[in-house]
């Protein structure tokens, strides 16, 4: 490998923000901050997600992201603040990276992700259930 996942992952945190699953969730209520989850949609039908959150699919995040790209998604324009989350805080931290590299700001993720989320007993809802 030119350049590995840990390499890469060293790098994306070297550069951005991380919260812990407790600071991330005293965000959840505020209206200036918008969640956004990179999972999987099986991970998260299977899993249950976190109240509120947008979903994102990470092969699609640019095209989103990009107001001059086709599938530019306007939540991602609207000046908030944003948290990512995937399962585990990998996909997420890469994710975070490139958000940040694209100019969105300010942008975070949650330290372990999910996982973590629901291991500190977090409000959860189940995956298959509309917001
Ligand atoms: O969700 S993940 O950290 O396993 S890529």
Not at 13 to 30: F, M, R, T
Not at 32 to 59: K, M
Not at 83 to 94: D, I, K, N, T
């Amino acid at each position: 490998m030119k350049k590995g996942y840990r390499e890469l992952l060293d790098e994306a945190n070297a550069e951005i923000e991380v919260v812990s699953p407790e600071e991330a969730a005293g965000l959840l209520e505020d209206e200036g901050t918008i969640f956004v989850d990179l999972r999987d949609p099986r991970e998260v039908e299977r899993d249950g997600r976190i109240p509120g959150a947008e979903h994102v699919t990470r092969g699609m995040l640019e095209f989103w992201i990009d107001p001059e790209s086709p599938y530019h998604k306007p939540f991602f324009a609207s000046g908030k603040s944003f948290v990512f989350f995937c399962a585990g805080g990998w996909r997420s931290a890469l994710a975070t990276k490139t958000a940040q590299d694209m100019g969105l700001s300010p942008v975070k993720h949650i330290l372990g992700g999910y996982t973590a989320w629901k291991a500190a007993g977090l409000p959860v809802e189940p995956g298959d259930k509309k917001k």
